[in-house]
């Protein structure tokens, strides 16, 4: 079964440019999850699709960022303008979207983005 | 509010144990759960535990939950260079129709010779 795919792994953009990553989930998964890390943190959640559909967006900086995810499928995520606080891994993960928490995450690679 | 905090390093010689620690703070959270992340990869899941459970074996792995104190440990037998890693503790609960997942920072494990 192949993993979550995302691209690209590395950016770097100055401050006030916008950047999109992608996500393309593991098959068949329903669930879809986008993840800032910033150096030193654990991950945090920004934004989680179930379908085609929102199910939270409450830590989305929503005046920059944006996520789709059209067809259930592959997502993007978009931040326009970037910010030097921005610098961080945006990690992808799918799920099956079971019930339960047994309902195990799995991870992309990760994109790097470095904001200048 | 929701908190997941652990030590921020560990340094243990190769085929002792490590002993991991992590508190949270949400009395709700159902399941907790420990990751593994190697540099430049993506989070892999290690193992879980239930929140009405006090003990979890898996192969080198023990993880051991004090639900009272709201504190949980990983334990790694014989540990590996191959562990070194970044160990993430995490909870999950559940709202409405929605699971979240809150991480602590991460406990780096180094391994000396």
């Known amino acids: 079964e192949a993993g979550v795919a995302q691209s690209p792994r590395y950016k770097i953009i100055e401050k006030r440019q916008s950047v999109a990553f992608w996500c393309n989930p593991i098959s068949g998964h329903a669930t879809l999850y986008w993840y800032q890390q910033i150096l030193g943190q654990g991950p945090k959640l920004l934004i989680q699709f179930q379908n085609n559909g929102v199910v939270d967006d409450s830590q989305l900086p929503k005046d920059r960022f944006s996520a789709e995810r059209l067809k259930g499928v592959d997502s993007t995520l978009k931040i326009q303008p970037a910010k030097l606080e921005d610098s961080a891994v945006y990690l992808c993960a799918s799920s099956r979207g079971l019930a339960g928490p047994t309902d195990t995450q799995y991870f992309g690679p990760g994109t790097r983005l470095t904001v200048l | 509010g929701e908190d997941v905090e652990q030590s921020l390093f560990l340094s243990v010689r190769e085929g002792d144990s490590s002993v991991i620690n992590c508190t949270y703070t949400d009395s709700s959270s159902t399941y907790l759960y420990w990751y593994k992340q190697e540099p430049g990869a993506g989070l892999q899941l290690l193992t879980y535990i239930f929140s009405n459970m006090d003990m979890k074996q898996d192969q080198r792995l023990t993880v051991l939950l004090n639900k009272k104190d709201k504190h949980l440990s990983l334990r790694i037998a014989d540990t590996q260079t191959g562990d070194s890693a970044i160990y993430f503790c995490?909870?999950?609960?559940?709202?409405?129709?929605?699971?979240?997942?809150?991480f602590g920072s991460g406990t780096r494990l180094s391994i000396r010779p």
């Open positions: 995490a909870e999950i609960y559940f709202r409405s129709s929605a699971s979240k997942i809150i």
